[in-house]
């Protein structure tokens, strides 16, 4: 059944996947917002009984709280979220893609520590790239996180399941997933599409604040939406 939060989450996951890079400010934002708003949803729990809040009300403060703290991270650091956001990113993409493929005959420990070294992989790759090719890093990490939301690969279902468990084991989905990587693909190439032909300078001009990013252009040097 499709409940007014699920319809938002997908409606957000597709605005990330297919124009996020082309509006990155209202991007990185919206990224920042729903990072925070879930890990205020995870914590919750964790105070019930800690405060004398009805259980409902502390859940919807906390995840307000935590999309406010989110968002204005994200808009205020705008370079180190999209480092952030690539790291995050390319650590998942390590453990969950990279990671079975070496580690799928070993067992233990040495299938642990290639898991681990996987996804510290991961995560250096993709703040690199993050840091070195900003605009790029941006395309794939929305639509990659877009697609997750979009694709229903992450629910309120899962959230409830990894708040109730503290762990974010079901946050986990599989990348490859005919859905997902549908809404990746379309999304990316939509996004790099919007950058070639030329749309995201009217996409900017009718929203404000937009042309606050600044980060260097990948291709030519240029300033970059």
């Given at each position: 059944?499709?409940?007014?939060?699920?319809?938002?989450?997908?409606?957000?996951?597709?605005?990330?996947?297919?124009?996020?890079?082309?509006?990155?400010?209202?991007?990185?934002?919206?990224?920042?917002?729903?990072?925070?708003?879930?890990?205020g949803y995870l914590a919750a729990p964790n105070l019930v009984g800690l405060i004398a809040v009805d259980g409902l009300v502390l859940t919807g403060g906390a995840v307000a709280l935590g999309a406010a703290v989110g968002g204005f991270l994200a808009y205020a650091g705008l370079s180190f979220a999209v480092v952030a956001i690539g790291g995050l990113v390319g650590g998942f993409g390590g453990r969950f893609a990279v990671g079975p493929m070496y580690a799928t005959d070993a067992a233990?420990?040495?299938?642990?520590?290639?898991?681990?070294?996987?996804?510290?992989?991961?995560?250096?790759?993709?703040a690199l790239f993050g840091f070195v090719l900003s605009r790029t890093t941006l395309v794939v990490s929305t639509a990659f996180i877009g697609a997750a939301f979009a694709s229903r690969s992450i629910t309120p279902a899962t959230l409830d399941a990894a708040a109730a468990q503290t762990?974010?084991?079901?946050?986990?989905?599989?990348?490859?997933?005919?859905?997902?990587?549908?809404?990746?693909?379309?999304?990316?190439?939509?996004?790099?599409?919007l950058f070639k032909f030329g749309y995201v300078t009217t996409l900017v001009g009718l929203l404000p604040g937009a042309r606050r990013w600044t980060a260097g252009d990948d291709e030519d040097g240029a300033e970059s939406t």
């Open positions: 059944m499709i409940t007014p939060l699920s319809a938002g989450l997908v409606v957000a996951g597709l605005l990330l996947a297919f124009v996020g890079a082309a509006v990155s400010v209202y991007a990185v934002t919206l990224t920042g917002v729903l990072v925070g708003a879930g890990a233990g420990m040495e299938g642990t520590l290639l898991l681990v070294g996987a996804t510290l992989a991961g995560v250096a790759v993709g762990t974010v084991e079901p946050l986990l989905f599989d990348v490859t997933a005919p859905a997902f990587l549908a809404v990746f693909a379309l999304g990316a190439l939509s996004q790099l599409g």
